[in-house]
T-cell receptor, first 114, second 111 residues
Framework: DAGVIQSPRHEVTEMGQEVTLRCKPI?????LFWYRQTMMRGLELLIY????????DSGMPEDRFSAKMPNASFSTLKIQPSEPRDSAVYFC????????????FGNGTRLTVT | KQEVTQIPAALSVPEGENLVLNCSFT??????LQWFRQDPGKGLTSLLL?????REQTSGRLNASLDKSSGRSTLYIAASQPGDSATYLC??????????FGPGTRLSVLP
């Protein structure tokens, strides 16, 4: 099992540019989560999907953020336009549909917006 | 609204010591609780998951306990090693699908 795979590992961009973060969940995991981690706010849920359908996007900070899951093996988180305050580590996580199953995280994408 | 706190924020111990990390949550109506380890520049690695009906879970040198009524969980690490140095986070699942995370305890085990 390759685990949750995120790309890129690091992204540096200028304010105003579009940023796209990618995630491949573990095969067979029906739930996919996007989290953001900062020193000030810790880990915050942005959005999660069940069977490719967005269920709760109440954590998405602004309309500049959008997420899609076109199929069971791929999800994207897009920020357009990006701002310096979006700088953070963005994590993707997935888990099996079994309610007893643990959450598995990717290694994250460190985003820096200058 | 569920809130999770972890004490202490940082801990430094000599190798070989047994230690306890604490996690508190404000609403006892949880589905389960999960302990994670995070190494610098890495994602979170699941250590133990305790269902609300369970009192404790063990994995190797790790033992996690849960007292739901008092809103507390502890992670016990026996015979600590330098390789245990990391940030440890606890997360509770209030009942939906999301987990609410604590801020973490940064552990340093000195050789």
């Amino acid at each position: 099992d390759a685990g949750v795979i995120q790309s890129p590992r690091h992204e540096v961009t200028e304010m105003g540019q579009e940023v796209t973060l990618r995630c491949k969940p573990i095969s067979g995991h029906d739930y996919l989560f996007w989290y953001r981690q900062t020193m000030m706010r810790g880990l915050e849920l942005l959005i999660y999907f069940n069977n490719n359908v967005p269920i709760d996007d109440s954590g998405m900070p602004e309309d500049r953020f959008s997420a899609k899951m076109p199929n069971a093996s791929f999800s994207t988180l897009k920020i357009q336009p990006s701002e310096p305050r979006d700088s953070a580590v963005y994590f993707c996580a997935s888990r099996k549909p079994n309610s007893n199953s643990p959450l598995h995280f990717g290694n994250g994408t460190r985003l820096t917006v200058t | 609204k569920q809130e999770v706190t972890q004490i202490p924020a940082a801990l430094s111990v000599p190798e070989g010591e047994n230690l306890v990390l604490n996690c508190s949550f404000t609403d006892s109506a949880i589905y389960n609780l999960q302990w994670f380890r995070q190494d610098p520049g890495k994602g979170l690695t699941s250590l133990l998951l305790i269902q609300s009906s369970q009192r404790e879970q063990t994995s190797g040198r790790l033992n996690a306990s849960l007292d739901k009524s008092s809103g507390r969980s502890t992670l016990y690490i026996a015979a600590s090693q330098p390789g245990d140095s990391a940030t440890y986070l606890c997360a509770v699942r209030p009942g939906g699908q999301n987990f609410v995370f604590g801020p973490g305890t940064r552990l340093s085990v000195l050789p």
